[in-house]
């Protein structure tokens, strides 16, 4: 994946411009705005014989600089002089190699479990993603066509595999090719052709949209393929003592989690009555201009959000979660997962300017919440995030942060596992030490699920 606002659309996914399946090679290429993705499949009949991916990344100037991140299940992941090998958790490792640019050195992220490349300029990145059984002998793998293929050498035999944006043509050893994609095999001394040729998705096909907003109904992983990491967040934790008053800073960028622009401080505490909040956040360009309570276009202002799951079961059982966005201007929109029509009774809210940017006071009544008043040692998940127009509306250069930084704006109700935490407690008190022991009741519980045959087997 690549990290930049230039690359984001609102779906979050590629539109399909090219596909195409033959014997021996699987083509595909997407765009997402500023970026473009190519992938080839070599593969052969037998499982066992060399199956594996070449991948062009390509971005244009208003998509870098930016972050190249690959995601891994790994044991380990060792360099070696053209990339790294990623040491599988079972009995089938996967060697990567660069092609271009040159001189590629990744950084490798083994306790988040992805490898990470600065890309400085407009251009393309292509790497062959190689697996094998941990008792083969890894490839022999050389860029060749300045980066724009790779040549494979295994027991099996030699292939020449090519994929760049534009057609290109390229001679070597005997072999020439000429397009964009396409893979020659030696295999005993005879060479075995496979490219792709025109295969253009056209832009007006009528189930294109449709199928970008289609959620796989299917198995999958659990969100986290590694027991011992499978822990929810128990770093954000506000305590509410009904003194003084919980806080909530260092907000992150989403999704390159830098330092925003401008920072964000929420204090949180507690009465019988209500939940009470105060965001200060600093902005030099402050931008409004949309009314109206529930407007869906809120967003285009400047504008904080809060994120609740009173039952803190991260979805356990019938979690309902909701959201409280606040603009600069004083306007709400409220909503509960599954209720679009749910609104806070007797909500209060209050903003303020200044030179240094703007403040909201938001009381959230109990009552308003529909909930009965928490008891001392009760806890609720929680999170804050915020949109930072850049003095106009602008959807590259407006600016996401979260308090928990964990995915875009429209993502969090489904990230509430990762959320942080409201501990209410005793009045004065600094801890609660009853309520922590609540929390680690509900992780263990969220640990177990992930991992039950029933969990998986029913398509999560």
């Not at 059982?317 to 004083?330: C, F, L, P």
Request: proline share 6%; net charge neutral.
């Amino acid at each position: 994946m690549v990290d930049k606002p230039a690359t984001y659309n609102e779906e979050r996914v590629m539109a399909l411009t090219e596909f195409k399946s033959t014997d021996d090679f699987d083509y595909t290429s997407g765009i997402r705005r500023g970026w473009q993705r190519q992938i080839g499949f070599v593969k052969d009949k037998d499982p066992m014989a060399p199956n594996y991916f070449i991948v062009t990344d390509t971005v244009d100037e208003k998509s870098s600089p930016t972050i190249w991140r690959l995601y891994l299940l790994a044991r380990d992941i060792v360099p070696h002089k053209s990339g790294v090998t990623v040491i599988g958790k079972d009995d089938v490792d996967m060697d990567i190699f660069f092609l271009r640019p040159g001189k590629v050195v990744p950084k490798i992220k083994l306790d988040k479990e992805h490898i990470s490349i600065a890309i400085h300029e407009s251009g393309s990145l292509a790497v062959v993603l190689h697996p094998r059984m941990k008792t083969e002998k890894a490839p022999e793998v050389t860029a060749i066509a300045g980066g724009r293929g790779a040549k494979v050498v295994t027991p099996a035999g030699t292939d020449y595999v090519f994929l760049d944006p534009e057609p290109f043509s390229h001679e070597q050893d005997g072999i020439s090719f000429e397009g964009k994609a396409g893979v020659i095999k030696l295999r005993n001394g005879k060479q075995v052709r496979s490219t792709p040729g025109e295969c253009v998705v056209k832009a007006d096909w009528p189930g294109d949209r449709q199928l970008r907003m289609i959620r796989w109904p299917g198995l999958r992983y659990p969100r986290f393929p590694d027991y011992d990491d499978l822990q929810p967040n128990t770093g954000n934790v506000l305590v509410l003592n009904q003194k003084e008053p919980a806080k909530a800073d260092d907000f992150k960028v989403v999704p390159t989690l830098g330092k925003p622009k401008g920072p964000t401080e929420v204090t949180v505490n507690w009465t019988k009555k209500a939940l009470d909040l105060t965001f200060i956040c600093e902005d030099k360009d402050l931008h409004t201009g949309e009314k109206g309570h529930d407007n869906i276009k809120l967003w285009r202002d400047d504008c904080v959000y809060i994120w609740l799951e009173p039952e803190h079961d991260h979805g356990l059982e019938n979690s309902k979660k909701m959201m409280i966005q606040v603009t600069a201007d004083g306007f709400c929109h409220d909503t509960r997962e599954g209720d679009q029509e749910f609104d806070v009774k007797k909500i209060k809210i209050k903003t303020t300017r200044s030179t240094t940017g703007w403040t909201a006071q938001v009381s959230l009544p109990f009552k308003g919440l529909g909930l009965k008043a928490p008891k001392p040692g009760d806890v609720w998940g929680i999170n804050f995030s915020r949109i930072d127009q850049p003095g106009r509306l602008d959807h590259e250069l407006m600016q996401t942060s979260s308090w928990v930084s964990i995915g875009y704006v429209g993502d969090l109700f489904k990230t509430a596992d990762l959320w942080g935490h409201l501990i209410f407690a005793e009045k004065g008190e600094a801890d609660s030490a009853a309520a922590r022991k609540a929390m680690n009741a509900t992780h263990q519980k969220v640990m177990e699920r992930a991992y039950s045959k029933e969990y998986l087997l029913q398509g999560h």
